[in-house]
């Protein structure tokens, strides 16, 4: 069974960094595209990375490019979100989520950004910058 876990929310001051990590399970990465998303009560869902199991690429949402980095750390089993230069508007809850594309990662960018491919999602972690 997939499972994803979040962890390394907080609350930090603009300008801050925090990582967050997402722990997985019962999947193999090969098989699986990466998003990371985040939500602001009362908002839709966001993209803000998607990474290809085709070649590793990662796509960032313009909001974040440039400031956040998410890199695979496949021998153990985690994902990883390094976000730096935050920012109020990015306090949200944040979630991993995962979606079977099988071994040739068929997603394009628009896919990956996008909450409609992923069916298996984490609980969340909450991100709050203050200025």
């Known amino acids: 069974q997939v499972q994803l876990q979040e962890s390394g929310g907080g609350s930090v001051q603009a300008g801050g960094s925090l990582r967050l990590s997402c722990s997985t399970s019962?999947?193999?990465?090969?098989?699986?595209?990466i998003g990371w998303f985040r939500q602001v009560a009362g908002k839709e869902r966001e993209g803000v990375v998607g990474?290809?199991?085709?070649?590793?690429?990662?796509y960032y949402a313009d909001s974040v490019k440039g400031r956040f980095t998410s890199s695979l750390d496949k021998a153990n089993n985690t994902v990883w979100l390094q976000m730096t230069d935050l920012k109020p508007e990015d306090t949200a809850m944040y979630y991993c989520?995962?979606?079977?594309?099988?071994?040739?990662?068929?997603?394009?960018?628009?896919?990956?950004?996008?909450?409609?491919?992923?069916?298996?999602w984490g609980q969340g972690t909450q991100v709050t910058v203050s200025s």
């Open positions: 989520a995962a979606a079977y594309t099988g071994p040739w990662g068929r997603l394009t960018r628009r896919q990956l950004l996008g909450i409609r491919d992923y069916e298996y």
């Open positions: 019962g999947y193999n990465y090969n098989d699986y595209a």
């Open positions: 990474i290809s199991n085709r070649d590793d690429t990662t």
